[in-house]
């Protein structure tokens, strides 16, 4: 039976049962327990150049042979070139998951709306819904219904994106949407507890990856240093400051939990070449593994020669 929204996570989600059915530990109006950030200080950040190569494709016409260059790949879940062969070169496949909204166009999008709050709409694309998290049922909802189809189609891995999306609404009301980071936190703990086996990336969420750090093995730092406006569908870099503050989270998430791996993803205009080539090297000067491309994500960029 679903959980009222009042109920308020306090513990583990437990498998049980030979059907794997998913069960959550639950109090009513409990206050929600204190995080605690995940710390390992025995390492500081080395900024080696990643011999690792990264790549995100939402497309489904570019053919298998082209990431054969590419160990991490992040592909659409619905929409994608055939895995078989990128299994057996032993690549890391993520499917894409949305953990904090929902999008218009997958399958059965009214029909899962009307199951939860609906908090507003993502302020560049309009049609996608933004989820209240703090309902447990959209946790069960990504574990039972989202991930299975996922894993069946042979990918080894998630990319979980839009958890700045719930987790903003905190850092802007702290009293109506308290808990909501608390909220994310345990729902990426939770994914983690099932599916042990598979990788996560997560991309940004930067509010809530100090909490989650050791249940996870990749951060996505998008657009931290190349700023893309959607209404000129322009490009321009971003100031060093607040470059250096981004690079300065990820350094503090590899000093935490140095088994983590940091990849970047920005957009420009891949006929500049020059400018191309000058955003690999700012972000492998600081240790992470880059990947430049255009915003609709629907290309295989090869980096510049």
Same mark, same amino acid.
């Given at each position: 039976?679903?959980?009222?929204?009042?109920?308020? @996570?306090?513990?583990?989600?437990?498998l049980?049962? %030979?059907?794997?059915?998913?069960?959550?530990?639950?109090?009513k109006?409990?206050?929600p327990?204190?995080?605690? @950030?995940?710390?390992?200080?025995? %390492?500081?950040?080395?900024?080696?150049?990643?011999p690792?190569?990264?790549i995100?494709?939402?497309?489904?016409?570019?053919?298998?042979?082209?990431?054969?260059p590419?160990d991490?790949?992040?592909?659409?879940?619905?929409?994608?070139?055939?895995?078989?062969?990128?299994?057996?070169?032993n690549?890391?496949?993520?499917?894409?998951?949305?953990g904090?909204?929902?999008?218009?166009?997958?399958?059965?999008?009214?029909?899962?709306?009307?199951?939860?709050?609906?908090?507003g709409t993502?302020?560049?694309?309009?049609?996608?819904?933004?989820?209240?998290?703090?309902?447990?049922?959209?946790?069960?909802?990504?574990?039972?219904d989202?991930?299975?189809p996922?894993?069946k189609?042979?990918?080894?891995?998630?990319?979980?994106?839009?958890?700045?999306s719930?987790?903003?609404?905190?850092?802007?009301?702290?009293?109506?949407?308290k808990?909501?980071?608390?909220?994310?936190?345990?729902?990426v703990?939770?994914?983690?507890?099932?599916?042990?086996?598979?990788?996560?990336?997560?991309?940004?969420?930067?509010d809530?990856?100090p909490?989650?750090?050791?249940d996870?093995?990749?951060?996505?730092?998008?657009?931290?240093?190349?700023?893309y406006?959607?209404?000129?569908?322009?490009?321009?870099?971003?100031?060093?400051?607040v470059?250096?503050?981004?690079?300065?989270?990820?350094?503090?998430?590899?000093?935490?939990?140095?088994?983590?791996?940091?990849?970047?993803?920005?957009?420009?205009?891949?006929?500049?070449?020059?400018? @191309?080539?000058?955003?690999?090297?700012?972000h492998?000067?600081?240790?992470?593994?880059?990947?430049?491309?255009?915003?609709?994500?629907?290309r295989?960029?090869?980096r510049?020669?």
């Amino acid at each position: 039976m679903p959980l009222p929204i009042r109920y308020i @996570v306090l513990c583990v989600f437990l498998l049980i049962g %030979s059907g794997g059915a998913l069960a959550i530990v639950a109090q009513k109006d409990a206050e929600p327990t204190n995080l605690e @950030v995940q710390a390992d200080q025995s %390492s500081k950040p080395r900024k080696n150049i990643s011999p690792k190569r990264f790549i995100v494709y939402y497309g489904a016409e570019a053919k298998e042979e082209q990431f054969y260059p590419y160990d991490i790949i992040v592909f659409d879940r619905d929409k994608h070139p055939p895995l078989q062969k990128l299994r057996r070169k032993n690549k890391v496949l993520l499917g894409y998951i949305s953990g904090g909204e929902l999008e218009h166009y997958r399958d059965n999008f009214e029909q899962v709306k009307a199951k939860f709050d609906i908090l507003g709409t993502n302020e560049t694309w309009k049609d996608h819904m933004i989820v209240d998290v703090r309902d447990p049922e959209w946790t069960r909802h990504l574990i039972e219904d989202i991930i299975p189809p996922i894993v069946k189609q042979g990918f080894n891995g998630i990319f979980i994106d839009t958890l700045d999306s719930v987790t903003h609404y905190e850092t802007i009301d702290p009293t109506r949407y308290k808990g909501m980071i608390q909220a994310t936190a345990t729902m990426v703990k939770t994914i983690h507890y099932h599916y042990p086996e598979l990788k996560i990336m997560i991309n940004r969420g930067f509010d809530v990856l100090p909490f989650i750090a050791n249940d996870i093995h990749y951060v996505l730092a998008e657009s931290t240093l190349v700023q893309y406006d959607f209404t000129n569908h322009t490009t321009k870099l971003m100031d060093d400051t607040v470059y250096h503050h981004y690079v300065q989270r990820m350094f503090d998430l590899k000093k935490q939990a140095p088994h983590l791996e940091l990849a970047t993803l920005d957009y420009w205009k891949m006929d500049d070449t020059a400018m @191309v080539q000058e955003l690999y090297r700012r972000h492998e000067a600081n240790g992470f593994m880059p990947y430049v491309t255009t915003i609709e994500l629907n290309r295989v960029d090869n980096r510049p020669q």
